[in-house]
């Protein structure tokens, strides 16, 4: 299984971006993985910021990013979505995007930068 995150850049305070992952050799259906977002900057520990099941009605979000960030999925495109709304200057990080099918680990992306600054 492969993970590809994309959509980052620079962005001022206020500003919106949607970032995008694309999941691929997958040995199971898309749609029997659930899928999470985190973020990560320098020195500090890999934070959570938004999951969504295997259906992609349920949907949970860091309370930092909740009212902000919208998660989505599109399981024929076998992708995630994090739409990023209302961007402070404390959003900018690292981004990553993880697939986990059941209990097994979570496969990881790259990670992409995301800078929120004026």
């Known amino acids: 299984v492969q993970v590809a995150e994309s959509g980052g850049g620079l962005v001022q305070p206020g500003g919106s971006l949607q970032l995008s992952c694309v999941v691929s050799?997958?040995?199971?259906?898309?749609?029997?993985?659930?899928m999470r977002w985190y973020r990560q900057t320098p020195g500090n520990e890999r934070e959570w910021v938004a999951r969504i099941d295997t259906t992609g009605v349920r949907r949970n979000y860091a309370d930092s990013v909740k009212g902000r960030f919208t998660i989505s999925r599109d399981n024929s495109k076998k992708a995630v979505y994090l739409q990023m709304d209302n961007l402070k200057p404390e959003d900018t990080a690292v981004y990553y995007c993880?697939?986990?099918?059941?209990?097994?680990?979570?496969?990881w992306g790259q990670g992409t930068q995301v800078t929120v600054s004026s």
């Open positions: 050799g997958l040995t199971r259906p898309f749609g029997a993985f659930s």
């Open positions: 993880s697939a986990q099918y059941g209990g097994a680990p979570e496969v």
